[in-house]
């Protein structure tokens, strides 16, 4: 097509033309609308981009045309540049403010992108596009206080935003106008960087930018430009590129394009703003910081490690095969809707941090949300309604190091699902209950919140450390704010041993008979329990591999886990084995040896705990009797043949076993000799289980019977070991005569931890 100037593109076959000045030279050249400004004629300009060259990056480009002489920048120099503010970028950002803006060029203030700020802009942002009437009034009303010189005399909600995107439209054009670099708008991709520092090597080496122009229709940023073809959602995309990206370098993706808002935002007017704000920070936000990508998210960082691992070991094919399943993946990649909204005016704010505004709670939903029967355990006699602020006036566990997070959802109160009998040690001996709906259940994930915070604090694979890995204690941290921003009530996690809600609002409860008292029925176990949480005593957590090696699956552990990592200076790689740890001080165990360890089962939680005193022996006297190893032995692997019903409800089972004398169960075990933390350091399971010495004795009633592969044992109120000829108050558990074993049979039992 010959050269057209001043004309829009030809899209009737007829002529079309305007007695406008001309300022650009604009023709279709195969699949690129190029835009070329005259007043750039004399610099060194080139005609189109360097993906027709081949796609060379900074080091290969030669020199202008117009301009033989001239030497490309090497990437270094393009952030040497950048970073000093001697780019001619900056300089045409300098030179526009201090035209319209009065001033010299300044980028907005602005924290660094995260999900804590993001997430609720992008859930607004998804409000908003539904166009719910209640949402329009209250955003007016709020800009109408917060912002009532830009309001000025606009009517409501749709007058405002018509405003907005006029006065955007106006600027957008005039940033225009001031862009010192040729243009070549494409519809099919066929100009699309493969990276930011691709666009930052044209722009700088060629002067020249792509620039997409298809897509829906824009509401507002429809008009046509008769000076380039253009309407203004693609002169937006140009300005925005340009000044947002290349002045500050900033990258395409979730980061970049927040630092991109903060660096363009600068240059429009607080009504333009508001508009400007939506078009960028709002739509980055939805597409990056709620779950429309998560699951592709997740899926791409799967490719890039196969890439990554093929690339290491050489297989540049298989390499270049997961690169292109990521490409495959990324095409289907959801973007926000081409609707025109106005963000609440807290969130086109740059002193904005995150939380989503009071006025706007009650109209987010949840869409996904279950109902559930909790009890909740209280000192308090009197109790109507739970206060989330009382969270921390109770016991402190794991969960207060976790909860130290200045962007956790601190407030809180926690429930077990069901109706227990009895909590956790420590806690009120006055049990509540109550029906609590929409709950967000964690492992189930409907909306994927927990995968999109997985994936938002995935460290990338062009780390130097920790690539790849994600933190699963600060992603469970994440979802539940968001499940809190997302209208739930609360978390529920059913993938523990004792299913539990984190519930943030307050909630209507009734009393049930009094709870938690100790269960009469079984005293040496609750004389047991009390004895392991008695002062002195060094709390043990044997903490298997699993819990180092796959942090997501694994997310309440982790602060335990980097705990441990922090004291020991190890890597997860360091722990193949697991290890027994003090949960207070993250110190590992293993090896010490223990005077009067103890282990029970609370008949009330179906929990396991353990404690100890350290002792100075190195080694346990061989005197005491024969070697004696302990274990858990899961529920699924046992069944409930008879006796107390109390069995079939128990997550675990103590388990002993001495040479040729097989396994024994119990709901405790107490260890009158001195036992050591042995980890068998083979990496397979089970590797945490402590050694003794001497004879084992059932101690207290027979609470029931149990079969474990066709083969019947009694289980004991508690398991004792005590050094050989002891007089021990209970049953020996030992060769009965002629040489059978009694009420045991050998077993291969999977380790579970305590």
Not at 44 to 53: H, V, Y
Not at 452 to 466: D, I, K, Q, W
Not at 471 to 477: D, F, I, K, L, V
């Amino acid at each position: 097509m010959p050269l057209i100037i001043g004309a829009v593109p030809n899209l009737t076959g007829n002529s079309m033309s305007t007695t406008n000045e001309a300022h650009y030279d604009v023709n279709q050249e195969g699949p690129f609308w190029r835009v070329r400004p005259r007043h750039i004629e004399a610099s060194n300009a080139q005609p189109s981009g360097l993906l027709e060259k081949g796609g060379q990056d900074s080091s290969v480009v030669s020199g202008s045309s117009r301009n033989p002489n001239a030497q490309p920048h090497s990437d270094e120099e393009i952030k040497r540049l950048i970073r000093t503010g001697q780019s001619f970028t900056r300089a045409a950002a300098d030179q526009y403010s201090r035209k319209h803006m009065g001033r010299g060029y300044a980028p907005l203030p602005n924290s660094p992108s995260s999900l804590v700020k993001q997430g609720p802009i992008g859930r607004a942002f998804a409000l908003a596009a539904t166009d719910h009437p209640d949402y329009k009034q209250r955003v007016f009303e709020a800009y109408k206080r917060r912002m009532p010189k830009v309001v000025a005399d606009a009517k409501d909600y749709d007058d405002l935003l018509a405003r907005a995107y006029s006065q955007l439209g106006k600027e957008t054009k005039q940033q225009f106008d001031s862009l010192p670099i040729n243009m070549s708008f494409h519809r099919n991709g066929e100009g699309n960087y493969s990276s930011s520092k691709q666009m930052l090597n044209d722009v700088f080496n060629n002067r020249h930018l792509y620039v997409f122009q298809g897509g829906d229709p824009h509401d507002f940023l429809h008009e046509v430009d008769f000076k380039t073809g253009l309407n203004t959602n693609e002169m937006f995309r140009a300005v925005h590129d340009f000044y947002g990206h290349t002045v500050h370098g900033n990258q395409f993706g979730p980061k970049g394009e927040e630092e991109a808002w903060a660096a363009h935002g600068g240059m429009f007017s607080p009504l333009a703003r508001l508009a400007m704000s939506s078009e960028t920070r709002g739509q980055n936000s939805f597409v990056n910081y709620t779950p429309i990508n998560a699951k592709l998210k997740a899926e791409v960082a799967k490719q890039e490690e196969a890439a990554y691992h093929a690339r290491r070991a050489g297989n540049h094919e298989a390499e270049a095969e997961f690169l292109q399943n990521k490409r495959d993946l990324l095409s289907h990649f959801q973007y926000a809707p081409q609707k025109s909204v106005l963000l609440p005016p807290e969130m086109v704010s740059e002193k904005y941090e995150g939380g989503m505004p009071g006025y706007l709670k009650d109209l987010i939903q949840p869409e996904h949300g279950v109902q559930a029967e909790l009890t909740h355990f209280s000192h308090n006699p009197n109790l109507s309604m739970t206060d989330p602020r009382m969270y921390g006036t109770g016991i402190k566990g794991a969960e207060a190091s976790r909860l130290d997070d200045p962007t956790a959802v601190k407030h809180r109160t926690y429930f077990y699902e069901g109706k227990p009998e009895r909590g956790e040690q420590g806690l009120g001996v006055h049990r509540y209950v109550a029906t609590v709906p929409n709950l967000y259940p964690a492992e189930a994930d409907p909306e994927q919140l927990r995968m999109l915070a997985l994936e938002t604090n995935r460290v990338p694979m062009t780390a130097m450390a920790n690539a790849g890995m994600t933190s699963g204690s600060q992603a469970y941290t994440d979802m539940e704010r968001l499940a809190k921003e997302y209208g739930y009530k609360g978390v529920l996690s059913r993938g523990v041993s004792m299913p539990t809600a984190a519930v943030f609002e307050p909630v209507k409860v009734r009393k049930m008979s009094k709870g938690g008292e100790m269960n009469p029925k079984y005293p040496s176990i609750q004389e047991m329990i009390q004895k392991l949480q008695e002062a002195g005593r060094t709390p043990i957590v044997p903490a298997p591999n699993r819990w180092f090696a796959d942090p997501v699956k694994h997310p309440f552990q982790q602060k335990m886990i980097e705990r441990v990592l922090a004291q020991t200076k190890q890597g997860r790689e360091g722990f193949p084995s697991g290890s027994y740890i003090n949960p207070q001080t993250g110190e590992p165990m293993d090896f010490d040896i223990m005077h009067d360890l103890g282990v029970a089962i609370d008949p009330n939680t179906g929990r396991p705990m353990m404690s100890g005193i350290k002792s100075d022996l190195t080694e346990i006297n061989p005197k005491y009797g024969s070697v004696t190893k302990s274990n858990l032995v899961r529920k699924g692997l046992f069944k409930h043949e008879g006796g107390d019903e109390l069995l079939k409800n128990l997550a675990f089972l103590a388990t002993i076993e001495k040479s040729g004398k097989g396994h024994h169960y119990g709901l405790s075990t107490h260890y009158a000799s001195p036992a050591e933390l042995v980890n068998t350091m083979t990496g397979k399971n089970p590797t945490l289980r402590p050694h003794s010495r001497g004879d084992i004795f059932g101690v207290g009633d027979e609470v029931g019977r149990i079969s474990i592969q066709g083969k019947h044992h009694p289980v004991y109120e508690k398991l004792l070991v005590a050094p050989a000829g002891s007089d021990v108050q209970g049953k020996k558990l030992h060769k009965a005569k002629g040489g059978r074993v009694t009420h045991a049979h050998h077993l291969d039992i999977e380790e579970r931890p305590l």
